[in-house]
T-cell receptor, first 110, second 113 residues
Framework: GESVGLHLPTLSVQEGDNSIINCAYS??????FIWYKQESGKGPQFIID?????DKRQGQRVTVLLNKTVKHLSLQIAATQPGDSAVYFCAENMRNDMRFGAGTRLTVKP | EPEVTQTPSHQVTQMGQEVILRCVPISNHLYFYWYRQILGQKVEFLVSFYNNEISEKSEIFDDQFSVERPDGSNFTLKIRSTKLEDSAMYFCASRVTGDQPQHFGDGTRLSIL
């Protein structure tokens, strides 16, 4: 079936480096995607979203890139900090719900 | 900033008992959701609710599950006869419209003994 998935389950980076978290989706009709951050013991927290009429969207230290040709999106975190350590999920907005990928655990080493 | 609140944070229940998980969505939001996350796994959709009725439900949301918005602020998930495999984190979410991000509460950890 159609689904949203993550390329890598874990990512470890040095503090201050940039992080890139990837996500593949299979529903070519999807037009809205969201990245969430989930810290231990907390609910998913909205980071940034992007609609299919855009290729790139920037927030504070975060950038989301959407490649509709290969059905891929990525989350880039600039100057990664210890507080960025968490699990990151991409989510594909459906008509009445969202479908989450499996998540990537980002660990930031001091 | 307004947030979704969930109570209790942890619920321990005997197998076969009924449990009600409570949520207070953000006040101007119109769409409400319940999700489940088994330890170490991804977030799974259970049900969506709009205009006082269920919009969509997943295969997980069987006859043992029900949702209700009993007043203008609360949104509840009831599991009628709990099973061991119902043990999970349950997240409530809400959003203003169907094409805006969902905002999540911090969840209720449900432990079935």
């Amino acid at each position: 079936g159609e689904s949203v998935g993550l390329h890598l389950p874990t990512l470890s980076v040095q503090e201050g480096d940039n992080s890139i978290i990837n996500c593949a989706y299979s529903n070519s009709a999807s037009d809205y995607f969201i990245w969430y951050k989930q810290e231990s013991g907390k609910g998913p927290q909205f980071i940034i979203d992007i609609r299919s009429n855009m290729d790139k969207r920037q927030g504070q230290r975060v950038t989301v890139l959407l490649n509709k040709t290969v059905k891929h999106l990525s989350l880039q975190i600039a100057a990664t900090q210890p507080g960025d350590s968490a699990v990151y999920f991409c989510a594909e907005n459906m008509r009445n719900d969202m479908r989450f990928g499996a998540g990537t655990r980002l660990t930031v080493k001091p | 900033e307004p947030e979704v609140t969930q109570t209790p944070s942890h619920q321990v229940t005997q197998m076969g008992q009924e449990v009600i998980l409570r949520c207070v969505p953000i006040s101007n939001h119109l769409y409400f959701y319940w999700y489940r996350q088994i330890l170490g796994q991804k977030v799974e959709f259970l049900v969506s609710f709009y205009n006082n009725e269920i919009s969509e439900k997943s295969e997980i949301f069987d006859d043992q599950f029900s949702v209700e918005r009993p007043d203008g602020s609360n949104f509840t998930l009831k599991i009628r006869s709990t099973k061991l495999e119902d043990s999970a984190m349950y997240f409530c979410a809400s959003r203003v419209t169907g094409d805006q991000p969902q905002h999540f509460g911090d969840g209720t950890r449900l432990s079935i003994l």
